[in-house]
């Protein structure tokens, strides 16, 4: 496997504040992973996603994302990043109200070239099982329904990367389980992808790495699928978490 | 209740640029309504004034000079006069000052007061020898002839010299650049100043009423005179309401204007104080959930929402209406100065206060529609939402921009553009005054400047002379068709006509020559061509109960005249109470008369400097050569001035709603615009998306908005011709080409994209973590 993201000695500082900073953080994650990254709220795991893809910049360090320095891009060098190379799911889904579900799916594409990509776009819905909501709105679809469209919509552009803000965290649980269903079956046909969660139990059950990180480091970096760590050990670092 | 200033001081604070949008469209719009009905209220009282001060005559009779002195002593007992003026000898006198000519109604008075028409002396004395003459101030200033200035009579043999002694204010005459002016001497000097020829001596009375009559009353004062005088004595009378039309029209118009557009101004920026609130309301769901939750009353919260746009009006009103009386004066000091009158500043207390009651009336109401929206939410509903929802409005445009294949942030703008109806709606309301306003002011000046070339003879003649009434007539033909450069001369001269129905006598002007080349404009039917045939303007026509077609029993010179009407034609003078007639129709009448003004329309490409010098050094004393004025006259170029602003202020108010609107759109999708930045849009694409919603609601604003600006051309054109006593002819309306209103429309789109360029860069710069995050 070839790295894909790398982020070496990557420090964020907000105005007036500290909240949500990183402080030093390097990682790499390699092309077809699978990997979670766990915290509390306010540790920062936003942060580094937001990093990751384009939508923020460290205040010092290099983030590079298959092969381009993010902070050599200008504003438009990084929209057509987020356009051409990842797609991100947020936790509230995000979708653009005064749009159906289909055009919702098709923005990034039309975005990037005017070629109709109408088709790929009904596919992936269909993909996702909920072809039948296409021309509807999003405030005519359940939570789950819409995190669907959300991932679509992230799919489009068929990224390298696909980043995932606590995609169950405004759904209930049979929903989420649906949505993380869905990423799994993903990263099976080679998708990687990064998830930010605080729930050990779905980070441990679906990602082959957990990366936890508390107040702005990384504490832990879990490849689950060695003999060197189980899941109850990241779990375990969870408990001494929240015990904090 | 402190509560809601508490909250209504912090949203305030916090909405700065929305407070600064209200303060100018309504400082605008107060500033210009301000304007219109200070001129209103005080257009009319100067007249008044002046005409009560200085006692203005009801009816003013010129009687032939073979009248008797008892026969005219008896006519205020005819008409039940409560006081009277004259009789004054009077006569018509040409003079010379420096190298031009003029001729003026002379009148022998051996002092300025009495009952009636007193003249204000406003600078120098009356006369006290018979080689002084008074001159209106008018007159003196339009041809700045100045106190001590020699005039030299030129209409008489012995060609004596007066010195002009003083200026004065006639209440009873239009102002120089709109009616003939009249001067006084003692009466003992008149004598010798009239030339021996037949008419040239009459006498003038002036009337006044207990009452101010009405115009069948005064036509039936004429009835009663001509009826108790031998025929043939009334030359020509003259009434009050007639100069008070003229004093006042200019005002009538511009304050018409003025009121017109000023309710267009209020009406915008209600459009855009309803936009704004309902904006607010719609962006602060979730926070209206709150206030209520803690115990804000549904009145409590509408007061939050209308205190916070009645206040920044407040203090628009505060700042606008001292500025539109303001802004009135030089107007009120223009119409002041013209009737004698001392200009002082006036601020009608009231008017302000009606002004002020007005705006905050209708901004309170603006305001309070859309905030009780927000009195009545529940705060359950609201606090889970963020901000109302958005239906799927606008999907249509966007499937059509698809269609067409559009790139998609003018796809995703257009669709904006209509995403809420009712703001689209009130913006369109915006811009359609603001394009409409503007096509007007392009629009109407042109047409008067038509209407001007059409009076003045613009372009199809360069020169008139005048001749002295002692230089024979034949002889100026024959010095104008000497000179290689003369193409065609057109002379003409005025006269009398009494015309059945109408009760003073209506002048008519005579054509000798190819006078249908002059260029006047007609309304309906044809030039003359025959004996008998004239043309009139509208009022002459609807006053006489006549149309186009019909014949007119009159009578010019104590003779029958057979006419008949064969076309409508513009004509401002005496308020569209004029008779155009070829010679040949006028000679049936006065065989022995002959033209004194001859229009001369020169070659192509002839100097018509060098042609004036030659013609004039013929006979210096006897030819007045001029150069044909086809200037505006001033009342024209004050309206032009005018509309010019009112263009200006509601053109910046459309913007200002354009620009509003787009603000709240930005500002209320400003999580939308952070998803689409997220998913690769990038700031020049956000920058498109808003600047193609700015740019689509221009374009249907304009669409509509420029045949409207048309119609309402039309209309206010017909406005102002009906007060100047015409219609409209149809070529004073086609003032505009398809370009200019191509261009029209095009500059309407640019301007509201550049209006949309600062909303559009802060969206285009939203910070997609800060954004999303707060969620």
């Known amino acids: 496997m070839s790295e894909l993201v790398r982020l070496s000695d990557v420090t964020k500082v907000y105005q007036g504040g500290v909240t949500g900073a990183l402080s030093g953080v390097s990682l790499a994650i390699e092309q077809g992973e699978f990997t979670a990254i766990m915290g509390p709220s306010g540790s920062g795991k936003s942060t580094l996603l937001n990093l990751i893809a384009g939508l923020d910049r460290p205040s010092s360090g290099s983030v590079v994302v298959g092969g381009t320095d993010l902070g050599r891009l200008g504003e438009a060098g990084l929209a057509r990043f987020r356009r051409d190379r990842v797609g991100f799911v947020f936790q509230f889904f995000h979708l653009l109200p005064n749009l159906t579900a289909l055009e919702n799916v098709l923005i990034p594409a039309q975005l990037k070239s005017r070629a109709s990509a109408e088709a790929g776009g009904r596919r992936l819905l269909s993909q996702l099982g909920i072809d039948d909501v296409a021309d509807r709105y999003p405030a005519k679809l359940s939570g789950g329904q819409q995190q669907r469209v959300a991932i679509a919509r992230a799919l489009i552009n068929q990224p390298d990367l696909l980043l995932a803000d606590e995609p169950t965290g405004a759904l209930d649980t049979k929903s989420g389980e649906h949505v993380m269903t869905l990423l799994a079956q993903l990263h099976e046909q080679g998708q990687t992808i990064v998830l ?49 | 209740m402190r509560a809601v200033f508490v909250k209504t001081l912090a949203d305030l604070r916090r909405r700065r640029l929305q407070a600064a949008v209200i303060f100018i469209t309504v400082l605008l719009a107060v500033g210009t309504g301000m304007m219109a009905l200070t001129l209103l209220t005080q257009s ?99 041809n700045n002839i100045s106190i001590g200035d020699r005039l030299k009579v030129v209409s008489v043999a012995q060609r004596p010299v007066l010195t002009v002694v003083a200026e004065v204010v006639d209440i009873d005459e239009g102002s120089a650049d709109l009616s003939t002016q009249h ?77 017109a557009f000023s309710v267009f101004a209020l009406g915008a920026t209600a459009a855009i104080v309803a936009n704004l609130v309902t904006g607010i309301v719609v962006s602060s769901y979730r926070e209206i959930g709150i206030m209520k939750a803690i115990g804000f009353a549904p009145r409590e919260v509408v007061a939050v929402f209308v205190l916070q746009i009645v206040t920044p009006a407040l203090a628009a009103c505060l700042v606008g209406i001292p500025a539109g009386a ?75 921009a698809n269609l067409v294949r559009l790139p998609q942030p003018i796809v995703l703008g257009v669709g904006d553009a209509f995403a809420r109806p009712l703001r689209s709606a009130l913006t369109l309301i915006a811009i359609l005054l603001g394009v409409a306003t503007v096509t007007v002011a392009i629009g109407l000046p042109r ?58 006598a209506v002048n008519a002007r005579v054509f000798r020559g190819d006078s249908s080349h002059l260029g006047y404009l007609l309304v309906a039917g044809r030039w003359f ?162 600047a193609s919603s700015a740019g689509l609601l221009a374009l249907i604003g304009g669409l509509v908005a420029t045949p409207l600006g048309v119609m309402l051309n039309r209309v206010l054109l017909d406005a102002v011709s009906y007060s100047a006593g015409n219609d409209t002819p149809a070529a004073a309306y086609s003032t505009f080409s398809a370009l200019e209103l191509l261009v029209v429309l095009v500059l309407g789109v640019a301007v509201a994209i550049v209006a949309a360029l600062i909303p559009g860069r802060w969206a285009a710069r939203t910070n997609v973590v800060d954004v999303l995050h707060a969620e």
């Open chain 2, 183 to 259: 001067a006084w001497m003692l009466s003992s000097a008149v004598p010798s100043l009239t030339a021996p020829t037949p008419r040239s001596a009459f006498y003038k009375m002036d009337y006044r009423f207990a009452m101010d009559p009405s115009t069948s009353q005064l036509a039936g004062y004429i009835d009663r005179l001509r009826a108790g005088l031998p025929p043939g004595s009334i030359v020509v009378s003259l009434n009050y309401l007639l100069i008070r039309n003229i004093f006042n029209i200019t005002n009538q118009i511009l304050t018409s204007v003025l009121v």
């Open chain 2, 529 to 690: 061509s025959t004996p008998g045939e004239v043309l009139a303007p509208k009022a002459l026509l609807r006053d006489a109960h006549l149309k186009v077609g019909d014949a007119i029993a009159a009578t010019a010179n104590g003779r029958p005249l057979q006419l008949r009407v064969v076309g409508e034609v513009f004509d401002v003078s005496n308020l569209g109470h004029e008779l155009f007639m070829d010679w040949s129709t006028y000679v049936q009448v006065s065989p022995e008369s002959s033209p004194v003004v001859y229009y001369v329309t020169l070659n192509p490409g002839a100097n018509i400097d060098a042609y004036m010098r030659r013609v004039a050094a013929v006979e210096p004393d006897f030819l007045d050569v001029q150069p044909n004025n086809t200037g505006l006259i001033a009342p024209v170029k004050i309206i032009d001035s005018v509309l010019l602003i009112v263009a200006v202020v509601l053109a910046l108010i459309a913007v200002g709603g354009v620009f509003n609107t787009l603000l709240l759109n930005t500002r209320e999708r400003v999580r939308d615009t952070a998803t689409l930045k997220a998913v690769g849009m990038s700031p020049r694409q956000v920058l498109v998306m808003v």
């Open chain 1, 196 to 244: 930010v969660t605080h729930d050990a139990k779905l980070a441990t059950r679906y990602a082959a790495r957990v990366i936890s990180i508390i107040d702005g480091s990384v504490v832990d970096d879990a490849r689950l699928e060695t003999a060197e760590r189980r899941p109850a050990d990241v779990i375990r670092v969870r408990g001494e978490e929240t015990a904090r």
């Open chain 2, 326 to 400: 303001i802004a009135s004066q030089p107007l009120l000091a223009n119409s002041s100065h013209a009737l004698g009158l001392t200009y002082e500043p006036s601020f009608s207390v009231g008017v302000g206060l009606l002004a002020l009651g007005c705006a905050l009336v209708l901004v309170g109401l603006a305001a309070t529609l859309p905030a009780l929206r927000a009195g009545l939410l529940k705060p359950v509903v609201v606090l889970t939402s963020a901000m109302a929802p958005r239906g799927a409005s606008g999907s249509w445009l966007r499937g059509l």
């Open chain 2, 447 to 504: 047409s008067f400047q038509k209407i001007n070339d059409s009076e003045t003879s613009s372009g199809n003649m360069q020169v008139i002379v005048t001749r002295s009434e002692g230089f024979p007539d034949s002889e100026v033909t024959r010095i104008l068709a000497a000179q290689p450069e003369t193409s065609r001369v057109v002379a003409l001269t005025g006269t009398s006509v009494d015309v059945p129905g109408i009760g003073d």
């Open chain 2, 44 to 142: 009319r009282d100067p007249y008044q004034a002046a005409f009560a001060a200085q006692k203005g005559a009801h009816l003013q009779v010129y009687y032939d000079g073979a009248t008797s002195r008892e026969a005219l002593a008896s006519t205020p007992a005819l008409i039940g006069a409560s006081s009277f003026g004259g009789p004054y000898p009077s006569t018509t006198i040409e003079f010379q000052h420096g190298s031009r000519k003029f001729s003026l109604d002379t009148f022998g008075r051996d002092n300025p007061g009495g009952d009636v028409e007193v003249l204000r002396i406003t600078n120098g004395h009356w006369p006290t020898s018979n080689d002084e003459i008074t001159l209106t101030r008018s007159f003196a200033e339009l």
